[in-house]
């Protein structure tokens, strides 16, 4: 089984700068999330997809930072602008029936430096 | 809120020897915790999982974790460490609705030869 495909693997922008990841989620999985994780902390959930509709996105920075999941299957995560701060891996995660710890598979996350 | 703290930031141990990591939470009802392994350059990897009944649960690996509901704790342990354990392992408790999983701060094993 094809687990979590995540693009690219790293990114280094300017800030002010725009940037755009891309998630690849299960076969068949309802419910995805966009993670970030800043040096030295625990993830931190973004947003969560139920097919192709927003369940929570009650930490995500909507002034700079939009996600969207079209079809219900692929999703991206846009930053714009970007700041210094934002640098950090995202992580995204697929699950098949939206409880995240039971049956979740990650990816290999995308590296993101702001200069 | 939710929260989970993990006290020990980096751990160092001797391979064979045994690990315990600390993990302490709060959370206003029963809670549901778990253990991620994060090795570099890779996603999560869930290891166990707590729900209910048995307070000493077995994971992957040979992990396993007993919830202490007195402490609030949830602790991580194996008793014999193996060079591919080091990594980064992050504790973390789950809400009821099973929608918002919030994770520690994590603490990265190194283990000596």
């Known amino acids: 089984e094809a687990g979590v495909a995540q693009s690219p693997r790293y990114k280094i922008i300017e800030k002010r700068q725009s940037v755009a990841f891309w998630c690849n989620p299960i076969s068949g999985h309802a419910t995805l999330y966009w993670y970030q994780q800043i040096l030295g902390q625990g993830p931190k959930l973004l947003i969560q997809f139920q097919n192709n509709g927003v369940v929570d996105d009650s930490q995500l920075p909507k002034d700079r930072f939009s996600a969207e999941r079209l079809k219900g299957v692929d999703s991206t995560l846009k930053i714009q602008p970007a700041k210094l701060e934002d640098s950090a891996v995202y992580l995204c995660a697929s699950s098949l029936r939206g409880r995240l710890s039971t049956e979740a598979f990650f990816g290999q996350g995308t590296r993101l430096t702001v200069v | 809120a939710q929260s989970v703290t993990q006290p020990d930031i980096h751990i160092t141990v001797s391979e064979g020897a045994s690990l315990e990591l600390r993990c302490n939470y709060s959370y206003g009802a029963t809670p549901y915790l778990f253990w991620y392994v994060q090795s570099p350059g890779q996603g999560l990897q869930l290891l166990l999982k707590?729900?209910?009944?048995?307070?000493l649960v077995q994971g992957i690996k040979g992990f396993e974790a007993e919830f202490k509901r007195s402490q609030s704790s949830f602790n991580l342990r194996k008793p014999s460490v193996h060079w591919s354990d080091a990594a980064e392992y992050f504790c973390?408790?789950?809400?009821?609705?099973?929608?918002?999983?919030?994770f520690g701060g994590g603490t990265r094993l190194m283990v000596k030869p």
């Open positions: 707590y729900f209910s009944g048995d307070t």
């Open positions: 973390a408790v789950e809400n009821n609705a099973g929608n918002m999983l919030t």
